[in-house]
């Protein structure tokens, strides 16, 4: 009988789930906030619902374009360097960021430009982390366990976007007029998370030549095939 794959993964798991949790709350904070603060000017009607979605695409779009400018360098810097020395430092990462968010909403806590940075910073965290989480499995599993592996590392996934969306929104209503209260929320989750990272199995690096180019170009040839 195959043993479980979980305590090898229980770590990555945990890391994940706090990073996606964190990510999809603090993303639907932003906007949220943005909203309250068209809604204090305009009041209601179809001018808000316009300014509404204005200001969720803007959080989206903070959050999705640093992700996509990173990912290229982030599957190189996977190959590179040990995954799970990456993993560990983007938790370190999430850490100083859920802090900085922190105090930009004690700061300011209608939003503004300083949340919507701290969201672009998430942004290059996740470009960072996904290619080292999904990596790493094979170098910490048997053959036989990676298609289990994979389920569960999906499956945690999933529940903290779900998770992490509804709480977005639940923790910003419970903080009412300190909104840092949720940002401080989010930093424990982000500390949990790195704990949890340092768990981690080490593994070797998977290369330790080759540089963006070559890359670019066996991604290239992947694709031509």
């Known amino acids: 009988m195959t043993?479980?794959?979980?305590?090898?993964?229980?770590?990555?798991?945990?890391?994940?789930?706090?990073?996606?949790?964190?990510?999809?709350?603090?993303?639907?904070?932003?906007?949220?906030?943005?909203?309250?603060?068209?809604?204090?000017?305009?009041?209601?009607?179809?001018?808000?619902?316009?300014?509404?979605?204005?200001?969720?695409?803007?959080?989206?779009?903070?959050?999705?374009?640093?992700?996509?400018?990173?990912?290229?360098?982030?599957?190189?810097?996977?190959?590179?360097?040990?995954?799970?020395t990456i993993l560990v430092a983007m938790k370190a990462f999430e850490v100083v960021l859920m802090a900085a968010g922190t105090v930009a909403l004690w700061i300011t806590p209608d939003g503004g430009v300083l949340p919507l940075v701290v969201l672009g910073g998430m942004g290059i965290h996740s470009a960072l982390f996904s290619p080292a989480k999904y990596g790493i499995v094979p170098e910490l599993l048997p053959h036989e366990q990676l298609s289990t592996g994979n389920g569960l590392l999906e499956l945690w996934s999933f529940l903290a976007i779900l998770l992490g969306t509804v709480a977005g929104g639940l923790l910003l209503g419970v903080s009412g007029t300190s909104p840092w209260l949720a940002g401080l929320a989010l930093l424990m989750v982000a500390l949990i998370g790195l704990a949890a990272a340092r768990t981690i199995p080490p593994v070797p690096a998977a290369r330790t030549t080759g540089g963006l180019a070559d890359t670019w170009r066996q991604a290239w040839a992947a694709l031509a095939q």
């Not at 996606?20 to 309250?36: E, P, Q, S, T, Y």
């Not at 204005?54 to 360097?81: C, I």
């Open 3 to 84: 043993s479980s794959p979980f305590p090898r993964l229980s770590g990555l798991l945990i890391s994940q789930f706090g990073g996606a949790f964190n990510d999809n709350a603090w993303k639907l904070l932003v906007a949220l906030l943005g909203i309250r603060q068209v809604e204090a000017v305009v009041g209601s009607g179809l001018d808000l619902g316009a300014a509404s979605q204005t200001q969720t695409t803007l959080a989206f779009t903070a959050f999705t374009l640093p992700l996509l400018l990173t990912s290229l360098v982030a599957g190189l810097l996977a190959d590179r360097l040990s995954k799970r």
